[in-house]
């Protein structure tokens, strides 16, 4: 009798500690990064552009460049502009990874390193955080492209949303590591 009451405790607690890990993890998935206040962003009258600021070392991050593969072959219009953020004392090849491998194979996509003025300038200060500018040089969306840390979301259909005419801006979460942590 006291055997089956210890085999059903044990159980009940490997049940628990499995239980609270999954819901740990996700409450960590569905938590949003910071977002700064935007100094300035202006921007020339042009195409849409779409602009987005990584931490190198930021794994959810991936899922997001990764979809903007797929984006980048249904929209080729759209210009894809891909900002490091590196920090000052970082070594000069601490950006080089997995993330700049996978934003190197975007068809038509501009890297740039940033020493974190512009991801400052633009209230950037989570990794994934995302601008979107209309062909008048207005910014209609403002945050994350995903709905969780390294969650996939459907970015063809949030793209054609955000280009309907609806002209208000739109602000969104941002799921990813802090642009400004020396993770390595």
Not at 31 to 50: D, F, H, M, N, Y
Not at 104 to 115: A, H, L, R
Request: hydrophobic letters at 40%; a negative charge.
């Amino acid at each position: 009798m006291r055997r089956d009451w210890l085999a059903w405790l044990a159980a009940l607690l490997w049940f628990g500690a499995l239980l609270s890990g999954i819901v740990g993890w996700e409450w960590y998935t569905l938590t949003p990064g910071s977002k700064g206040t935007p100094v300035a962003i202006e921007a020339e009258p042009g195409g849409w552009r779409l602009t987005i600021f990584v931490h190198p070392h930021c794994p959810c991050t991936r899922t997001t460049l990764t979809e903007l593969m797929d984006l980048s072959h249904a929209e080729p219009d759209l210009a894809i502009r891909v900002l490091f953020v590196i920090p000052p004392e970082a070594p000069a090849d601490w950006w080089n990874g997995p993330s700049h491998t996978i934003a190197e194979s975007i068809p038509g996509v501009e890297i740039v390193q940033d020493d974190g003025t512009e991801a400052r300038r633009c209230g950037a200060e989570t990794s994934g955080h995302s601008l979107l500018i209309d062909p008048s040089g207005r910014t209609i969306f403002c945050g994350g492209l995903t709905p969780g840390r390294g969650r996939d979301g459907a970015l063809r259909l949030w793209l054609s949303r955000m280009k309907s005419p609806s002209g208000e801006r739109v602000d969104a979460p941002v799921f990813g590591c802090p642009l400004f942590t020396p993770n390595t």
